[in-house]
């Protein structure tokens, strides 16, 4: 009886280690990074208007440029970690349809709210301080001419 119980015992320690060596020697996926382009999809957790341009371009070069629906932005930024810090922002100051130009004032008062993100599977999602949506926005996968 004892036999079989260590039988039992090593069968379990031996695939137990075949399970664990499996899972340790794949590669983990890359993290996925801020840089890069995104449409914007929510501002305070209302759709954007259909066809709006609510785009922002963070770049390597810690520059972040856009469009906030109806006027170009343009920034700085700094990330570590989750933590996101955007500057004061700049815009063009041209006028649009009422609709746009509120959703826009949304997305520049939700853009200086921002205090951290978080990137997964191409979605990115961006807090104020009491961890409240502000934005979220899908990544734009750029195509590269040939």
Do not use: H
Request: a positive charge; one cysteine or more.
């Amino acid at each position: 009886m004892k036999d079989i119980l260590n039988i039992k015992q090593l069968t379990l320690l031996m695939t137990l280690s075949t399970t664990l060596t499996a899972c340790s020697s794949s590669n983990p996926p890359s993290p996925e990074k801020i840089q890069g382009s995104w449409k914007v999809q929510t501002i305070q957790e209302i759709a954007v208007i259909k066809n709006s341009s609510a785009r922002l371009k963070f770049n390597p070069e810690n520059k972040l440029s856009g469009s906030a629906s109806c006027n170009n932005l343009s920034s700085s930024y700094s990330s570590q970690d989750n933590a996101l810090t955007i500057a004061p922002i700049a815009t063009t100051r041209k006028m649009c349809l009422p609709a746009l130009m509120e959703q826009e004032s949304r997305m520049l008062q939700s853009l200086n709210k921002v205090k951290r993100f978080e990137l997964y599977d191409g979605q990115l999602s961006m807090y104020d301080q009491q961890g409240q949506l502000q934005i979220k926005a899908k990544r734009i996968i750029e195509k590269t001419s040939k």
